[in-house]
């Protein structure tokens, strides 16, 4: 079946509204918000999935599209550096592996919720990197299709500029260093147009600033300091301000965001993979 051989994931997303906690956050950007969200996250269950290895390739995910690969075509970054900039070779996947049918049997099955994960390349384009561009069409046409089958969307910024984490979900495998140069820059710039085409639709409940940026790898005090920018990028906007929780545990953010208000903390208990 179409529905649970692709609308699945290897890790279990847990998210939490934050009303308020205790410490406040830099002053300037603290006026009290609180705007009427589209889904009852603090009364109603979220019930959904992940649409991952669509419009973020994930070898792991979508093995065939590698299979025929060179061995050093490991992540979307090598695959547009060996492929081009020619969209064919993709185009096809991004027509079929999620399509309006999927939503559909999401809506039969008795769910209400979708976290559509999109790389910032798509959003903006790859500022010199060889990424293959189209993905972000089918943002629209994934928004579309949830307002008309009564699924919410998440809109995830899966990859960022540099990499956040060095996972090949984030777009490039290797290295973290994302934060580094324009890095921060481009990333809200991302986050910012996506809020400017979807955050007033009717289908779009939550927009997470950033998948999974690997917290040892960076310097705390900057991730912290964009989810204060990205939140008051966004805090005009009827939407969830989505933040993962860094792998640095929940509890580590326990002392943030006061005063910023409809903040959504994000965290991921792996069941799959040994490390």
Known sequence: MVFTSRLTTSAVA????????????PAGIMSKVRRDLKFGFGSEKVRGVNLGGWLVLEPWITPSIFEATPDNVVDEYTYGAQY????????????????????AEMKSAGLNFARLPIGYWSVIGGYGGPYVYGAYDYVGKA???????????????????????????????????????????????????IRDDFANKPSVSAIELVNEPLGPALNMDTVRQFYMDGWGDLKDSNVAVTFHDAFEGVTSWNDWGSGMGNLLLDTHHYEVFDS
């Open 143 to 193: 928004v579309g299709w949830a307002e008309a089958h009564g699924i919410q969307l998440m809109l995830d910024l899966h990859g960022a500029p540099r990499s956040q984490n060095g996972f090949d979900n984030s777009g490039q495998l290797g290295e973290v260093h994302w934060t580094e140069g324009d890095s921060i820059d481009l990333t809200r710039k991302a986050l910012n147009k």
């Open 84 to 103: 081009g900039w020619d969209t064919d070779r993709l185009r096809d996947h991004w027509n079929t592996w999620i399509t309006e049918d999927d939503f």
């Open 14 to 25: 847990a998210v939490a509204l934050l009303s308020s906690v205790s410490n406040a956050a």
